[in-house]
């Protein structure tokens, strides 16, 4: 903050020409030649800026490995917003996801296994965003072979959004891992 | 086995969908409930509304 600087002026009096120099661009380098040096100089070491920041924290946000929270967060559900620490966020996507998956097995809601037709391919693919769920409820076998009764239609369709859901949570683990989201 | 109810099916959709539609489609936590509470009124008044709606067609 300029102000914060200013400010420090009346303690730190042999800076009242440096500071003149940074507002003004003026000095042994002519107008405005050095300013942004000086500026650096100055400013980023008493009180950075907003901007250099929001760069330190994009630079930040860059390292690594940027997709992880997204398949984290598509194999177990919240897993995504744990590697960033959003406890409470990664908290309720989990039971939100979890209870939807399992209430709809609950309800003998059918595992879509093959891709014969379009809308039993897409209910795969609805599926298949439940990440290690869907492996390990086809693994044990869970969930009804075909649907017998209303509720397990229901319950189907609990697992493909469930699905669904999952996968919007782990896109929102990427986009806040990239910057794109505010943390 | 779980056998609800279609209008507790109806809810406990709208409920898991709402929070997880709250949480990733705002930044504040603020604005997190306050979009939960959103969608999970339009989900549940909106399957009444359609469920009126169908009695009534099929009258």
């Not at chain 1, 949570?169 to 910057?179: E, K, P």
């Not at chain 2, 997880?20 to 909106?46: N, S, W």
Request: aromatic share 12%; net charge positive; charged share 15%.
């Amino acid at each position: 903050m300029p102000g914060s600087i200013e400010g420090g002026i009346f303690f730190f009096p042999h800076r009242v020409w440096q500071v003149f120099r940074v507002r003004f661009g003026v000095g042994v380098f002519g107008f405005g030649q050095r300013r942004s040096v000086h500026h650096d100089a100055i400013y980023s070491k008493r009180m950075p800026t907003q901007d250099t920041k929001s760069a330190s924290q994009a630079q930040a946000q860059q390292q690594g490995f940027v997709y992880l929270p997204l398949i984290a967060g598509w194999l177990v559900p919240g897993a995504g917003h744990f590697l960033l620490r959003k406890w409470g966020r990664g908290a309720l996507l989990a039971a939100s996801i979890l209870g939807m998956f399992v209430l709809g097995l609950a309800m003998q809601g059918k595992l879509y296994t093959s891709a014969h037709e379009v809308l039993e391919f897409l209910g795969l693919i609805g599926d298949l965003g439940n990440g290690l769920l869907y492996i390990i409820s086809r693994a044990m076998s869970l969930g009804a072979d075909s649907v017998q009764v209303t509720t397990a239609d229901w319950g189907t369709r609990f697992i493909v959004v469930a699905g669904l859901l999952n996968v919007i949570a782990a896109v929102d683990a990427h986009n806040l891992r990239t910057g794109r989201k505010s943390l | 086995m779980f056998r609800p109810s279609h209008f507790t099916a109806v809810v406990l959709f709208a409920l898991f969908t709402s929070v997880v539609f709250g949480i990733t489609q705002r930044d504040k936590p603020r604005l997190m409930v306050r979009h939960g509470a959103y969608c999970f009124a339009l989900f549940v008044c909106g399957a009444i509304v359609l469920s009126w709606v169908m009695y009534f067609i099929a009258r």
